[in-house]
C-alpha cells in the first residue's frame, strides 16, 4: 500500500485549507487512518484519525477547527482544516494501519501505524 497526501499550501491566518490522502495497491476501508503533524524542532504531533467505522478521533489543538472524513469508493481520506492559525505550520503526513477492524483506542500513537505517505507542507502567515 502507498499513500499520496496533497493540498498543502500557503495561506493566511483564519483561511482554511482541504487535504486528500489517497491510497493504492489495496482497500483501506476497513483499517484506522490517520494524519500527522511534524514543524521543524518539534516532535511529531497526532491531528486526527478516523477508523473503520467512521469514527474519527483529534488532537486537542485542532478539535472544533479540522475535520476528517473518508471516502471508502475513492480509497481517500480527507482533512478540512478551518480557521488556520500560524501554529498550525507544519508538514502534513498521513498514515494508515495495515491491521483491519482495530477499534482500540490508540489512535494517537504513531507507532499504531506502519505505512505513511511523503508529506505535504501547510505554511499558515499571521
Known amino acids: 500500500v502507498q499513500l499520496q497526501a496533497c493540498g498543502g499550501g500557503l495561506v493566511q491566518a483564519g483561511d482554511s485549507l482541504r487535504l486528500s490522502c489517497t491510497a493504492t495497491g489495496r482497500t483501506v476501508s476497513d483499517s484506522a487512518l490517520a494524519w500527522f503533524r511534524q514543524a521543524p524542532g518539534k516532535d511529531r504531533e497526532f491531528v486526527a484519525a478516523?477508523?473503520?467505522?467512521?469514527?474519527?478521533y483529534y488532537g486537542d489543538s485542532v478539535k472544533g477547527r479540522f475535520t476528517m472524513g473518508r471516502d471508502n469508493d475513492r480509497n481517500t481520506v480527507y482533512l478540512q482544516m478551518n480557521n488556520l492559525k500560524p501554529e498550525d505550520t507544519a508538514v502534513y503526513y498521513c498514515?494508515?494501519?495495515?491491521?483491519?477492524?482495530?477499534?482500540?483506542?490508540?489512535?494517537?500513537?504513531?507507532?499504531?501505524?506502519?505505512?505513511w505517505g511523503q508529506g505535504t507542507q501547510v505554511t499558515v502567515s499571521s
Open positions: 478516523v477508523n473503520w467505522k467512521d469514527m474519527s
Open positions: 498514515a494508515a494501519d495495515s491491521a483491519t477492524h482495530y477499534s482500540g483506542t490508540y489512535y494517537s500513537n504513531p507507532r499504531m501505524y506502519d505505512i
